[in-house]
């Protein structure tokens, strides 16, 4: 069964600093892999994906991840920290298929992100 | 502009009654999916559909029942079998180009009195 851990349940950093999220998944082979971004009291959004080829995506709001098939890692990083960053961050992996077709999302818990001004 | 509507944002239910959670989309996409997020916990499958009028239950179907009549429309019901309904409920649809990418809806707080 695939499964997803994020280690990190609350991180704060100060704008303008890196930031780096943690995710680590466990399935056999190369899963589609997500991270999304929850406002509070809000849907998901999706933030970027990887399906496979160039390991390092980039995705919107100047976020960017590296797939490290080594470690079954999925990292989220962004540069430099905006405050309006501050959110719930899930990675999600993707790769049981579901009975009658399609792909079975299973979220990692969640990092609750906060941004220091 | 297209996108997935649920409704109401927030609902609250005596113990005992039933309550359905309407989830709307104009995406044309054919599959449907149904979530309950708790704190801590992430989001969890509840039901699933991939067509009209075929569903399949997710990891935490008891206590809930949906319908899939119209290709656009998803509805939850959250019946009093349901020991602990209060929670966030979201839905999500895939489809077409986007096939795995899942685009969800704002979704719905239910809290049980």
């Known amino acids: 069964a695939q499964s997803v851990t994020q280690p990190d349940i609350h991180i704060t950093v100060s704008e303008g600093a890196s930031l780096e999220l943690r995710c680590n998944y466990s399935y056999g082979a190369t899963p589609y892999l997500f991270w999304y971004v929850q406002s509070p009291g809000q849907g998901l959004q999706l933030l970027l994906k990887?399906?496979?080829?160039?390991?390092l995506v980039q995705g919107i709001k100047g976020f960017e991840a590296e797939f490290k098939r080594s470690q079954s890692s999925f990292n989220l990083r962004k540069p430099s920290v905006h405050w309006s960053d501050a959110a719930e961050y899930f990675c999600?992996?993707?790769?049981?298929?579901?009975?009658?077709?399609?792909?079975?999302?299973?979220f990692g818990t969640g990092t609750q992100l906060k941004v220091e001004l | 502009d297209g996108g997935i509507t649920q409704s109401p944002k927030y609902l609250f239910r005596k113990e005992g009654q039933n309550v359905t959670l309407s989830c709307e989309q104009n995406l044309n996409h054919d599959a449907m999916y149904w979530y309950r997020q708790d704190p801590g916990q992430g989001l969890r499958l509840i039901y699933y559909?991939?067509?009209?009028?075929?569903?399949q239950k997710g990891d935490i179907a008891e206590g809930y029942s949906v319908s899939r009549e119209k290709k656009e429309s998803f509805p939850l019901t959250v019946t009093s079998a349901q020991k602990n309904p209060t929670a966030f409920y979201l839905c999500?649809?895939?489809?077409?180009?986007?096939?795995?990418?899942?685009?969800f809806g704002p979704g719905t707080r239910l809290t049980v009195l």
């Open positions: 559909s991939q067509i009209v009028n075929d569903f």
């Open positions: 990887y399906f496979s080829g160039d390991t």
């Open positions: 999500a649809s895939i489809g077409g180009l986007t096939y795995n990418e899942q685009f």
């Open positions: 999600a992996v993707g790769a049981e298929v579901l009975t009658g077709g399609g792909n079975k999302l299973t």
